[in-house]
């Protein structure tokens, strides 16, 4: 692991910038605000996007400040940056980029750039399923015990923005993606890994890149890292630095039905737990292994009582008429609908489907079959999922969907008094929406106007 220079609160870290001429490949929230922040110091940036100048929000503010735009489908022709930095959804294997590298250019991101600079204690969380509740976890745990803590990456703020604050006594906690990891040569304090299974096989090249991609947070140089020891494949990366969650016995935190332990010790009582599903408890398992050395038992306690989950995961909308709501767009691969759907006793009315990843949905059948008393398809998925239904021959109700207004609507029209609706899609968004933090505001809505 690369050596971090311990800054405190300047903007030191920007001189090595500061005489560098500066690109951005994509404008969205990665890469905007450094932008922004460049320009306030007076360093020379160009923007480079596939989309047309005017659709880019502010840019003729952008040009009155001096940036340069190089857009449309020439957008990375003539790279001649010193440095580059990238949007999390591309890839770094495209050939002008290689070219570029040749050249001398350097090929980064902001979490590389944050993890060379940042002088505190990093956190960095990756996963197929449950990254998003357990860095929250970590954080808010952290907090709960007096630590000053930054959240970012794939969720919160933009860190790399945020490092004339950080000193070196706080802690930052970093959501991290498959595709940044494909990105990244350096690697966080602590890491955790909370499971691998098929997902963005759509972006990856096959399965054994999206294995690498996320072993890659991983460094013998670590203080610790934090494996899922009741996934085979996280199993396989155990090291000397390792510390292992689950629920089998072999696992250093580990939950069962009276709740998690440590060793022998029972840190937290299943009945304290506010978020529900067996999903969660390894979260939390993970969560509390990562940061035990920096937490209170108090803390735990006091978290795990008050935190009722995050946007877009299981989380309640509404009650009309008898019928409950839950919004749970974060789904986007079975095993996560899986895990949502076995959160709750009795079956219920799914909506599912959305943008195809080229991922098994086979494992749909049964679990809609055991979980669910009716489907409602939607999206780019939905004649396969509908397809693999019919294979299993389901013996619930299979209804199609245009859109997300016209599958609330079948929704509330099939539901009784007592049923429960979930949006888990199972999939991705792009084919309906940017992101599915948006899908899960547009089902909210709807549901809101029944």
């Known amino acids: 692991m690369t050596a971090r220079k311990v800054m405190g609160n300047n903007t030191e870290y920007l001189n090595s910038y500061k005489s560098k001429s500066i690109g951005f490949v994509g404008a969205g929230i990665s890469n905007m605000p450094i932008l922004r922040l460049f320009l306030e110091e007076g360093i020379t940036v160009t923007l480079r996007d596939k989309k047309s100048i005017d659709s880019i929000k502010n840019y003729e503010e952008l040009l009155e400040k001096g940036v340069t735009f190089r857009t449309g489908e020439d957008y990375l022709s003539d790279i001649y940056e010193d440095i580059i930095f990238l949007s999390p959804a591309l890839r770094p294997d495209f050939p002008e980029f290689l070219s570029a590298k040749e050249r001398g250019t350097l090929i980064t991101t902001e979490l590389e750039e944050f993890l060379k600079h940042c002088p505190c204690t990093t956190i960095g969380i990756t996963g ?11 954080a808010k745990l952290l ?78 140089s670590q203080t610790r890292n934090v494996l899922n020891g009741d996934d085979e494949t996280t199993l396989s990366f155990k090291g000397e630095n390792s510390v292992l969650f689950g629920k089998s016995e072999k696992n250093d935190f580990r ?88 959160s709750f006793k009795e079956k219920l009315i799914v909506i599912a489907g959305g943008y195809d990843k080229n991922i098994p949905l086979e494992p749909l059948g049964e679990l809609f079959e055991r979980k669910a008393k009716a489907v409602i398809l939607m999206g780019n998925t939905g004649p396969k999922i509908e397809k693999i239904l019919c294979d299993v021959k389901y013996s619930g109700t299979v209804i199609k969907a245009t859109d997300m207004a016209d599958a609330v609507k079948k929704a509330s029209s099939l539901a009784s008094e007592g049923d429960k609706v979930i949006l888990s899609p199972a999939a991705a968004s792009f084919d309906l929406y940017p992101n599915f933090m948006c899908r899960g505001k547009d089902f909210k809505e709807k549901v809101n106007e029944l």
């Not at 630590?147 to 703020?157: A, M, P, S, T």
């Not at 408890?281 to 969560?287: D, L, Q, V």
């Open 143 to 220: 907090e709960a015990s007096g630590k000053k803590v930054y959240l970012g990456g794939n969720i919160g703020e933009n860190l790399f923005v945020k490092l004339s604050e950080i000193s070196k006594s706080d802690f930052a906690v970093i959501e991290i993606s498959s595709f940044q990891l494909m990105k990244m040569s350096r690697q966080p304090t602590i890491s955790i890994i909370t499971n691998v299974s098929p997902n963005h096989l759509d972006w990856h090249t096959g399965m054994d890149e999206y294995v690498f991609a996320k072993k890659r947070i991983l460094s013998p």
């Open 128 to 138: 197929s399923d449950g990254k998003t509740t357990t860095s929250t976890l970590c």
């Open 255 to 342: 939950f069962d039905d009276e709740g998690i332990r440590f060793g022998g010790e029972l840190l937290l009582k299943d009945e304290d737990i506010l978020l529900p599903g067996i999903h969660n408890r390894a979260n939390y398992s993970a969560a509390i292994a990562a940061v035990y050395p920096f937490i209170t038992k108090e803390a735990i306690h006091s978290v795990a009582k008050s935190f009722g989950g995050v946007e877009h995961r299981i989380e309640l909308v509404r009650e009309k008429d008898g019928v409950t709501y839950y919004n749970s767009s974060i789904d986007s691969s079975p095993t996560r609908t899986a895990a949502a759907l076995n």
